[in-house]
């Protein structure tokens, strides 16, 4: 069974690079250009593993989109990997949501992101 890789970004050109290299590691790629189609699709595709840009739309896009993601039953195990043009965004979601608990966030890095160190992250989180 493939494992499903569901990318949330409005980035055309980053979304089908990742696409290309995820898919020739054996990964089926899913993509959608804001959280709010995002959330849909994840809940209808159930993917393994979500890969989330914080600012689309608004920006805060991302980061609400956790959120959603956090509080909906269908979604709330699935583990997210947020990345962001911010440089360095170590406390964006102490600085979003200080008293939020974001258990399905399993790291937020700047992009874009080597090849390899996607990979590595998308293998071990992937479930």
Do not use: C, W
């Not at 696409?19 to 959330?39: D, H, Q, R, T, V």
């Not at 159930?46 to 989330?52: A, E, G, K, N």
């Not at 980061?63 to 979604?75: C, S």
């Amino acid at each position: 069974m493939s494992k499903k890789i569901l990318m949330i970004d409005d980035d055309d050109e980053l979304v089908e690079s990742v696409k290309i290299l995820l898919e020739a590691k054996g990964y089926e790629f899913l993509s959608a250009p804001s959280s709010a189609e995002g959330f849909e699709m994840a809940k209808k595709e159930q993917p393994s593993l979500i890969l989330l840009d914080v600012m689309m739309t608004h920006d805060s896009d991302g980061l609400d989109g956790a959120v959603k993601l956090k509080n909906e039953k269908l979604t709330a195990d699935i583990p997210v990997i947020m990345m962001t043009g911010i440089r360095k965004p170590d406390n964006l979601l102490e600085s979003y949501a200080s008293d939020e608990k974001f258990s399905n966030i399993k790291g937020v890095y700047e992009k874009p992101l080597k090849p390899e160190t996607l990979i590595k992250l998308v293998n071990k989180h992937v479930r």
